[in-house]
C-alpha cells in the first residue's frame, strides 16, 4: 500500500479544504513545485494533485506548475484531478507526463464519458467518488446526488478503470480517522483498486489501513494524506517504512 501525499492547488497556492468548504480554507505553501520536491525528498514515490480551482470552474487552472511537477520527476507516478472532463484535456495532461487523470463531476454526470476514456487512454483513467453517508458527492463536493457510491462504483469497473480514489467528505481535511467502514465496504464490492482519502490522522491509520488490506476486503492500493503531513501530526518517512515493512 502507497502513502500519496496530497497537494491540492488554489490561487497558486498549496491549500486544504475542510470538507471541501472554500471558507474553511488553510494555506500551507505559497510553493507548489517546491512541495512536491519536499514530498519526493522524503520518500514520496506518488502525488496526488488536485486543481482545485479547476474543479471550481471546470476546467484545468494550474497546468503549468502541474506539468513542471510532472517534468522535474519523470520516475514520480502523478495522479491529478480537478477539472478533467474533456478528452483534450485527458491529451495534453498525459502528453505532460501525468500518469493518471481522475474524472469526478463528469463521471457523475455523464457515466458514459468514463468508458469512452478508458477506451481511447487505456490504462490511465481513474474514477474518483466522493462520498457523504455512501451517497456521491460532485462539483467540488457543493452537490450531494442520490446515487450511491457502491453503484457507480460498479459501472466503472466494467468500463477498465485503473483504480478508484474514494473520499469520504464527512471525513476530508478534518484529521478525525479515516472512514474505515466505508472504504472496507468499497474495496470488498469492486475488483480494481481503491485509494483511501479523507481523515487520516496520524500513523494510528495507516495501520488499521494496511491490516484491513491483508484481509479479505479487496485491494486498498494508497492511501491519500494532505492536512495530517502538513500539520506535522503524520510522519511521511515513518508512514512509508512502516508500509515496507508490512509488504
Known sequence: MQVIPAIDFKDGKVVNLKQG???????????PIGMADHWVSQGAERLHLVDLDGAFEGAPVNQKAIATIA??????????????????VIEAYLAANVNYLIIGTRAVEEPEFVGEMCKRFPGHIIV???????MVATKGWTEVTDITVKSLAMLFEADGIAAIVYTDIGKDGMMGGINLHST???ASAV?????????????????VLLEEDDKVFGDIMGVITGRALYEGTLDLQEAIALTKVWD
Not at 71 to 88: A, D, K
Not at 128 to 134: I, K
Open 184 to 186: 472496507k465496504y468499497l
Open 21 to 31: 468548504q472554500l471558507e474553511q480554507t488553510t494555506t500551507y505553501s505559497e510553493d
Open 71 to 88: 517534468q522535474n520527476h519523470p520516475s514520480l507516478t502523478i495522479q491529478l484531478g480537478g477539472g478533467i472532463r474533456s478528452p483534450e
Open 128 to 134: 474518483g467518488l466522493d462520498g457523504l453517508h455512501g
Open 191 to 207: 475488483n480494481v483498486p481503491v485509494i483511501a482519502s479523507g481523515g487520516v490522522t496520524d500513523i494510528k491509520d495507516i495501520e
